[in-house]
């Protein structure tokens, strides 16, 4: 973690930002308000907890160093947006709004949208101005981006402008926030580790709707002349791990979340008695595209406020 934290120093010093976030352990990823500093979940800080997260949660959001310095990027763009107080500055209210607005218990995304720039995953610029301004610091901030190309021909292209001229005014000028208080720092923290996967199990449990007949049918069948062939659950379980795992990567979808609907996706497999029918490679690959589908719907339909990436 030391060595990422000065890999983000050395890319604000090539840009002659003299801000240098302070870091910390506690229980999630955040930046506090009011405070140019970053909190660093726990369970990067061992490789035990690290598999702890693994086993509980199916996967470990900045587990590796691409997606460790993704996450820290953004969280930068947040203790930036603090030390300088920039939610004050009318151009910036003009193009992400305003600081104040509430934060939403749930948001809905719009993956089409281009108002926004793609960092983190569910499109998590759509939910706060806050949020917005922080990933489009973090796209600008990554070396090499190339983001002038990239998001040339949209409206988010506006919004990383002004970051670069901001950011070229703020050069080698002293933050006006200097606090280096640290907020719920691990050792003040008297959660169980039970306790803290409870909630965080939960908070991941999205209740889907349970409509899955009609396109399981679709792909699989019940006919009395496949019954020799392999069952609907059984080939789902045997591939429950890839398709997670995908499916994940295409929508932005927490991998547990995904598990727990592929659990009862499978449950009414079993219960309808179907079977699957066709190569093995298509009806994985239409799988796919149904759980890629239906969780895309539910996303911009329901999209719940992601708490990790704060």
Not at 278 to 287: A, I, K, N, Y
């Amino acid at each position: 973690m030391q060595r990422r934290l000065e890999q983000l120093y050395r890319e604000l010093a090539s840009r002659r930002l003299l801000v240098r976030p302070h870091a910390w352990l506690s229980d999630e990823w955040f930046s506090p308000g009011g405070i140019s500093g970053i909190a660093i979940p726990f369970y990067l800080a061992h490789p035990r907890l690290i598999r702890l997260e693994r086993l509980q949660l199916l996967e470990v959001e900045g587990g590796t160093s691409v997606e460790f310095m993704r996450i820290l990027r953004h969280e930068c763009g947040h203790a930036v947006q603090h030390a300088y107080e920039l939610q004050k500055r009318r151009e910036w209210q003009r193009l992400f709004g305003r600081s104040s607005t509430p934060y939403p218990e749930a948001y809905r995304p719009n993956p089409a949208s281009k108002k926004h720039v793609q960092h983190l995953r569910r499109w998590y610029a759509q939910s706060h101005p806050d949020e917005d301004f922080a990933e489009t610091f973090a796209v600008w901030l990554q070396p090499r981006s190339d983001w002038r190309r990239r998001y040339a021909g949209w409206p988010a292209l506006k919004k990383l402008q002004y970051v670069d001229r901001l950011m070229k005014e703020l050069a080698d000028i002293s933050p006006a926030v200097r606090s280096r208080q640290r907020v719920d720092p691990l050792h003040s923290l008297s959660t169980t580790l039970f306790e803290h996967y409870t909630v965080r199990r939960a908070l991941y449990s999205v209740e889907y709707p349970k409509t899955w007949d009609d396109d399981l049918r679709r792909l699989f069948s019940n006919d009395s002349r496949v019954r020799s062939n392999e069952s609907a659950a059984a080939f789902l379980r045997r591939h429950r791990t890839a398709i997670r795992r995908i499916v994940s990567r295409w929508t932005g979808e927490y991998q547990f979340t995904l598990d727990t609907v592929l659990g009862d996706m499978i449950g009414r497999c079993r219960e309808l008695g179907l079977r699957v029918v066709g190569s093995e490679r298509q009806v994985l690959t239409d799988f796919m595209v149904l759980l890629t589908a239906r969780s895309m719907e539910m996303l911009s339909k329901q999209g719940r406020r992601d708490w990790i990436a704060l």
